[in-house]
């Protein structure tokens, strides 16, 4: 019979040489979940991209329990080791059996099981393999024997086998059926996975009965009753999910811009993304009676703007969990403060020592009078720009706002990188207090600008991404002396007090914020190395209770920047170009005495209460025409009575500019508008942009012509230029 069945496979032995070789097989392999892992590669988190079939990693032999190895050599062919891809005596024991109509052991090998999964010829169908198709597999087999190794054959067998249902591969079904790698599977395990081979859709008990005969025939003990009550345990196991891991949202936001990758590396550290994520956790657990549920958390690299952890929301403690709070756009509170004394110290209108008045003010707006309060609705009087920002004082911020403008602060806040989506002019006052919605990630890059000395770029997540070069957004100066007084404990001391949870054993500088309502708050800050921007809230909207800067995401900001320098100092930067230190008093005895931070040429000894610090006077403003203004013009109009009135707050000394060309002086002005685009400002003798707008004309308009004089084009009296100001009797 042997001889015979040798000749028949001669004639199949034909296709069975184009199988192909083991290492082509192994690179083939393309599991079901794409792997996201952390800068050093450790899996970070598993995401499903195939519906159709779960298929875990490719797994080695020697990384498959022995217990399993045996079980399944036992069970689907136990002269495995012995023959070369057919069982001859098995062949020759099942056509005994069928000739006499007994039950017999099956015939088909490893190798050619292997075979048949190998290449969809030797595939059954629904009335099971015909005779050429079993020849074929046979010779398939044979070949097989021949090119690879005999632990080759299993490895791929073991991996490439169907177990149930959508389950191929021992990866998946260790991890769907008992929860651990194959390395960890016991004897009753391997031989309940083992029995799946032969029944992969069978019922509990079914396997059951197969895989404890199977253990006897391993020569194990068999708890027939607890192997059934482990079995029905197994199948009821939801283990391996679509979406498992420590970083989901960070991980659906690289597998849609991987192009398909299968494993993703990406900028995170695992332990800071772990201890981030139980930080986080832990704080909002205990906010749960502040009806608090939600936040996220991010962990930059000051000096390459690489994400380390980035953990959008709180996972099951939310009812909002797949909402990434890291992107969400959440109302900013007074984490914009610093960027606004950084503006008003940059420009010189104010110093860390200037007095700012902290009583009520009514400041008039164009929709009305606007009141700003302080947090705790009390006020502290004359305070010095050092302790209303590190105190974070609602009243000076506004007035501070005064004196730059909300246009120019708008303007640096989109230098910045911050996203905000309405104009200066539309948030008006309130954009000093945050009114603004920002999110977490563009947030804390901005706190990590101050960290840089004023330098941003854009953050990356993925070590493939190129990391984006450096601009300037601040002053180096500037953002230095905001740095100084956000690591001063005894200037926070009279919101926070002295030992708040904000002073750190080694150099942060860190700003709390808390939204209107209180239905966001913030902590962002800044060591050496690392920034670190905590928000907790809720997903909903909805107000927490009683929270307040330190007692909501201040605690997580605060253990996370323990554990990024539990090995690490964070030392005090050094001071740029262009900042001097000076010894300065307060008359009065307002403030104690101290060495403070100056631009240079802005430095004094002595700060008076009539203002011989740097005046909170308010920025020369444009008043007409607002910024995003359109002008319609008529063409039944005589163009010289369509000029536009330019007006601003000025009292002197400025001058007006179009599309970067002087063209009136004076505080009022008339311009004639021609078709297009254009952008005024209001610029001060001394070059410095004071304010600026954006108009829009539309309609038909006179404008020179190339290689013509204005005057000869113009509408207007031979000795006026359109575009040169028509300045108003005073």
């Not at 083991?22 to 599991?31: I, S």
């Not at 403003?621 to 009135?645: E, F, Y």
């Not at 942009?689 to 012509?705: F, S, W």
């Amino acid at each position: 019979m042997q001889r015979i069945a040798a000749v028949l496979l001669a004639f199949c032995a034909g296709a069975a040489w184009a199988l192909p070789a083991f290492d082509e097989v192994k690179q083939a392999h393309r599991p079901s979940d794409i792997q996201v892992l952390d800068r050093h590669g450790e899996l970070l988190h598993r995401l499903r991209r195939d519906d159709q079939v779960r298929r875990g990693e490719w797994v080695a032999l020697e990384d498959v329990s022995p217990a399993l190895r045996l079980a399944m050599v036992v069970s689907e062919d136990r002269r495995f080791w012995e023959h070369r891809g057919v069982d001859w005596r098995a062949v020759s024991s099942a056509a005994w059996g069928r000739l006499w109509h007994q039950r017999t052991r099956g015939a088909s090998t490893i190798t050619m099981q292997l075979a048949g999964l190998l290449d969809d010829d030797w595939k059954p169908g629904a009335g099971g393999r015909t005779v050429p198709q079993k020849l074929g597999q046979a010779a398939a087999a044979q070949v097989l024997e021949r090119r690879w190794r005999k632990d080759q054959v299993l490895e791929a067998y073991l991996n490439l086998v169907p177990f149930r249902g959508e389950v191929v591969g021992i990866d998946a079904l260790s991890r769907t059926l008992f929860g651990k790698a194959p390395h960890g599977l016991d004897a009753q395990e391997a031989a309940i996975a083992a029995a799946l081979v032969r029944a992969p859709n069978a019922a509990a008990g079914m396997v059951a009965r197969r895989a404890c005969g199977l253990l006897r025939d391993m020569g194990e003990v068999a708890d027939c009753i607890g192997l059934d009550l482990m079995t029905t345990g197994a199948f009821q196991r939801r283990a391996f999910a679509a979406s498992e891991g420590i970083a989901p949202h960070l991980a659906r936001r690289a597998v849609a811009v991987s192009g398909g990758q299968a494993r993703i590396v990406t900028t995170l550290r695992a332990d800071v993304q772990r201890v981030a994520l139980e930080a986080l956790q832990q704080q909002l657990r205990e906010l749960r009676r502040r009806h608090v549920e939600d936040g996220a958390m991010l962990v930059l690299d000051n000096a390459s703007g690489d994400v380390l952890a980035w953990v959008g929301s709180s996972g099951t403690l939310s009812q909002a969990a797949e909402v990434d709070g890291v992107t969400a756009l959440r109302q900013a509170g007074s984490t914009l403060k610093p960027f606004l004394y950084a503006q008003a110290i940059a420009e010189r209108r104010l110093t860390a020592a200037s007095l700012l008045d902290d009583a009520p003010a009514h400041i008039p707006t164009a929709s009305g009078l606007y009141i700003p309060q302080n947090y705790d609705h009390h006020f502290k009087g004359m305070v010095s720009v050092r302790t209303a920002l590190a105190s974070s004082l609602n009243v000076p911020a506004v007035r501070a706002l005064v004196t730059v403008s909300p246009h120019a602060f708008h303007r640096q806040l989109r230098d910045a990188g911050l996203p905000l989506k309405d104009t200066g002019d539309w948030y008006g006052y309130s954009l000093a207090l945050g009114s603004a919605d920002v999110p977490l990630l563009q947030l804390a890059n901005a706190y990590r600008t101050l960290a840089n000395g004023g330098r941003v770029s854009d953050v990356r997540w993925l070590a493939s991404q190129a990391r984006a070069p450096m601009r300037p957004a601040f002053d180096p100066a500037a953002a230095f002396i905001v740095g100084d007084i956000l690591s001063d404990p005894n200037a926070r001391a009279r919101t926070f007090g002295t030992d708040s949870i904000l002073a750190t054993r080694f150099w942060t500088a860190v700003k709390t914020g808390t939204s209107k309502d209180m239905r966001d708050n913030w902590a962002v800050g800044w060591s050496q190395r690392y920034t670190v921007g905590v928000w907790v809230g809720n997903a909903s909207g909805a107000a927490m209770h009683d929270v307040s800067g330190t007692s909501g995401a201040a605690p997580a900001w605060a253990a996370v920047m323990r554990h990024l320098h539990s090995r690490e100092p964070s030392r005090v930067p050094v001071p740029p170009a262009g900042v001097v230190q000076a010894a300065v008093r307060f008359e009065g005895g307002l403030e104690a005495p101290r060495g403070e931070w100056f631009m240079a040429g802005t430095q004094q000894a002595l700060v008076r209460l009539d203002g011989d610090a740097p005046a909170a006077e308010a920025a020369p403003r444009i008043l007409s025409p607002a910024d995003g203004t359109i002008v319609a013009l008529d063409p039944d109009i005589p163009a010289n009575r369509q000029r536009v009135a330019l007006r601003s707050t000025a009292a002197r000394g400025v001058r007006w500019q179009l599309d970067g060309r002087e063209f009136a002086q004076g505080t009022d002005a008339g311009w004639l508008p021609w078709p297009g685009r254009h952008r005024l400002r209001l610029v001060a003798a001394d070059g410095r942009t004071l304010d600026e707008v954006q108009v829009e004309v539309r309609g038909a308009g006179l404008r020179p012509a190339p290689g013509k004089t204005k005057a000869a084009d113009s509408p207007l009296p031979a000795n006026r230029q359109p575009g040169r100001a028509d300045l108003p009797a005073r």
